[in-house]
Every structure is written in C-alpha cells, then in structure tokens.
C-alpha cells in the first residue's frame, strides 16, 4: 500500500505565482481532505470531498484558493496568486466513509515558500 | 465559532513520567479521534472513540470520552523518548471535523 502521494514536497514560489499541489489518495478511500498546517494557526480544515464532491469548503481562506477532485484518485489545490502568508505545510488526507468513522491517512505533505 | 482547544500547549516530561492531554470542544461532539504527529512528520491516527463516557487502552496510552461528549483526555503512563511529538485531538459535529489545537510533548532521557 503507498499510502496517500503528495507532490511536490516541497515548493518555493514567488509571489504573484501559481502554485498548484496535488494528491492521490489510497485506492479505495472515496474520502478526501485538505488540510494547512501554520504555526500561528496550527492544522486547519481547508476542505472535504466525499465521492468526489465538496462537501464543507469554509476552511478555505478565499478565492485565490481553489481544489478540485476530477475523479476518485485525484485532487488538486491550487493557489492563485500565492502570497507569503500562504507559507504553510499542505495536507492531503484520505479515509474510507463507514459512518462518522472517518479514520484519516495523511500524505507526507507539501511544504509551500512563498517569497 | 465552534473550537476545539487542548491544554497544555507544550509539556516537558522526564522520561519515566505520566503526561496527560486534555482536549475541550465548544459544542457536543458526535465522536473524537486523536492523532500523533512527530517532528517534521504528518499526523498519524491512533484511535477513535465514540460512546459518550468511553475509555480505551493502547498499551501505556489510555484515552476518554467524556460524559456530555464535549471533552477527552489521552494519558501516557510512564513516557518513553519515542512519545515525543504533538497530540491532536480531532471531533465530528454533524459534517465538520475540528482539530484541536494540539499539546507538544517533550520527553527528556
């Protein structure tokens, strides 16, 4: 089992940039989740998919951030523009829905730079 | 808005010593999960509970429910070097899962 696959691990970026990050969840999970992770803020909820449909998108901060998950073993969340305060560790997490027994599995994650 | 918070923030610990994390929620809670994460790594899940008064046991790890599904604890008996990292507590209300705000633990050989 590869478990969740982010990439990149790690981005630096200039400000003004697109940034787009991406993940695949594990085979099966029909769950989605992204997630940031700040010192200030520390892990906040950005937003969910369930089937590959949003569900709960009121984490993300506003509309220079988007995600999309085309099909079941794909997401993207892209940033545009990025701006320095969007420096930050991205999570992708993934978990198969039995319920509210949402056991989340959690990608390696994406450290952004945003100068 | 609805939160999440866990006290402490940060904890120091000799290696041999109990540690407790306390986690306390705004609203009623339909389950609480907690996760451990260590230092430049993601957060791994370690156990779920569900039952309003629930208490499981993972060896030196012992986690509660609290009566009104508000609040939960994760205690560690007798801390090791390999505790180290920060404790999350995460609940379901309806459809949105709220992390805590995490306890960092520090153990000292």
């Known amino acids: 089992d590869a478990g969740v696959i982010q990439s990149p691990r790690h981005e630096v970026t200039e400000m003004g940039q697109e940034v787009t990050l991406r993940c695949k969840p594990i085979s099966g999970h029909n769950s989605l989740f992204w997630y940031r992770q700040t010192m200030m803020r520390g892990l906040e909820l950005l937003i969910y998919f369930n089937n590959n449909v949003p569900i709960d998108d009121s984490g993300m901060p506003e509309d220079r951030f988007s995600a999309k998950m085309p099909n079941a073993s794909f997401s993207t969340l892209k940033i545009q523009p990025s701006e320095p305060r969007d420096s930050a560790v991205y999570f992708c997490?993934?978990?198969?829905?039995?319920?509210?027994?949402?056991?989340?599995?959690f990608g390696p994650g994406t450290r952004l730079t945003v100068t | 808005g609805q939160q999440v918070m866990q006290i402490p923030q940060y904890q120091h610990v000799q290696e041999g010593e109990d540690f407790t994390t306390y986690c306390n929620s705004s609203t009623t809670l339909s389950n609480i999960q907690w996760y451990k994460q260590r230092p430049g790594g993601h957060p791994v899940f370690l156990i779920q509970?569900?039952?309003?008064?629930e208490v499981k046991k993972q060896k030196r790890l012992t986690f509660q429910f609290g009566e009104a599904k508000k609040n939960s604890s994760l205690h560690i008996t007798a801390t090791q070097t390999t505790d180290v990292g920060t404790y999350f507590c995460a609940g379901w209300n309806t459809d949105k899962l709220i992390f805590g705000t995490g306890t960092r633990l520090q153990v000292f050989p």
């Open positions: 509970l569900v039952k309003s008064g």
């Open positions: 997490a993934s978990s198969s829905f039995r319920g509210r027994a949402y056991e989340q599995y």
